[in-house]
């Protein structure tokens, strides 16, 4: 590929002295688990979440399980899913034995409906799980509405939305609890797995602090039957080392954005688009094309890497054919599902790069 999707050892070179003395420094440290370095990682990531707490974690799967396990949803129990999501969403729900109940997207933004969610709610709704997906703040004061006047929980899943705001204030502590991946591919991402929620909720942050070891607080004193889900010492040491560069690679991917909605304005596309509430910090740009499979196979001509996120909505993978979900009837997710096709983008593609993709997508609709 002469434009890759996404170069992931970009971001090492770029800073690799910086990333070479991080890891180093917990080598030398003798600490391997947990300690020093995971808890300045958490402070950091709090403060620049404006959240009170972070609590670091193993993957962003394990973040959305324990921030239900804190909340106590319980088999039997379910939880309002988007049906337009990554697949994790919904099996963190099923992990804690409850069902999760999917509502569609409005088509603008791909995210979750509010509209939409009121009809949805049972007397057994828990909690609702909005994602904001591909970098894009799901609108979450109506969702935050609903969730107060039924008295039920809010855990965003905010995977791929690392330093996005909503109505100026960061993605971080709007709802209940917000969790956070770190796989090598996201806007903040390590050298193998990791994750975090965030929260202003002392009582959650502590429960899930104790859920990650063990379900224990004190050695060899366990309260509850917990899991061994703690971020690693040398990851949360690159992602130090990397957070104070997130701000200005999110601006990089925000003139990419920029540049591909005014070049291809004009190309029948359907681009994503902003709401005035929102700052974005475009973790995917996803065009939309009835003729995907053309454009697709016609970029890859021109040696431009991209990729479908995601080809599958969860109610029609065989996990979840025990739900018994008819194809048909989350049409949006569906459609979306064969339309999608995700751009280069991220903190290392130049802008005249982002130019030669522009230009082989004319080549292709001509
Ligand atoms: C990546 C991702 C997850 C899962 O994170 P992992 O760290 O890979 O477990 C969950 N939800 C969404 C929307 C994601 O993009």
Not at 30 to 53: K, Q, R, S
Request: a negative charge.
């Amino acid at each position: 590929m002469t434009i890759p999707f996404l170069d992931l050892s970009a971001a090492y070179h770029e800073l690799k002295t910086e990333i070479d003395t991080a890891v180093n420094r917990v080598l030398e440290s003798g600490w391997y688990v947990l300690g020093p370095e995971v808890e300045i990682f958490e402070t950091e990531w709090a403060a620049f979440c404006e959240a009170d707490h972070a609590v670091g974690l193993g993957n962003g799967l394990d973040a959305l399980v324990l921030a239900l396990r804190a909340l106590e949803v319980l088999p039997g129990d379910e939880v309002i899913v988007p049906s337009n999501t990554y697949i994790a969403t919904w099996l963190a729900v099923s992990a804690v034995g409850a069902t999760p109940v999917p509502v569609e997207p409005d088509p603008a933004t791909q995210n979750i409906d509010p509209g939409r969610i009121a009809a949805a709610i049972t007397s057994r709704t828990k909690a609702l799980l909005p994602v904001h997906l591909y970098g894009q703040p799901a609108d979450l004061d109506p969702i935050l509405e609903l969730a107060r006047d039924k008295e039920i929980a809010v855990i965003e899943d905010a995977a791929q939305a690392h330093g996005a705001r909503y109505k100026g204030r960061r993605i971080g502590a709007h709802g209940d609890v917000v969790c956070w991946s770190f796989y090598p591919g996201k806007n903040l991402g390590g050298f193998g797995d990791g994750g975090a929620v965030t929260t202003n909720r002392a009582d959650l942050a502590d429960r899930i602090r104790m859920l990650r070891n063990y379900g224990s607080r004190e050695k060899y004193v366990n309260e509850v039957k917990g899991v061994n889900s703690r971020l690693d010492p040398i990851q949360a040491a690159v992602l130090r080392a990397k957070l104070p560069h997130l701000d200005s690679w999110t601006e990089r991917r925000r003139e990419i954005a920029a540049a591909y909605g005014q070049g291809l304005a004009d190309s029948g596309l359907i681009l994503p688009q902003e709401p005035n509430w929102a700052e974005p910090v475009w973790h995917l740009y996803v065009v939309r094309s009835p003729a995907r499979g053309a454009l697709q196979a016609r970029l890859k001509t021109a040696g431009v890497g991209t990729l479908i996120h995601y080809p599958v909505p969860p109610h029609m993978q065989d996990a979840y054919a025990e739900l018994g979900i008819p194809a048909e009837s989350l049409p949006l997710a569906r459609q979306l599902a064969g339309e999608v096709l995700s751009l280069p983008i991220g903190p290392q593609l130049r802008l005249d790069e982002a130019h030669k993709v522009i230009q082989a997508v004319f080549k292709i609709t001509e």
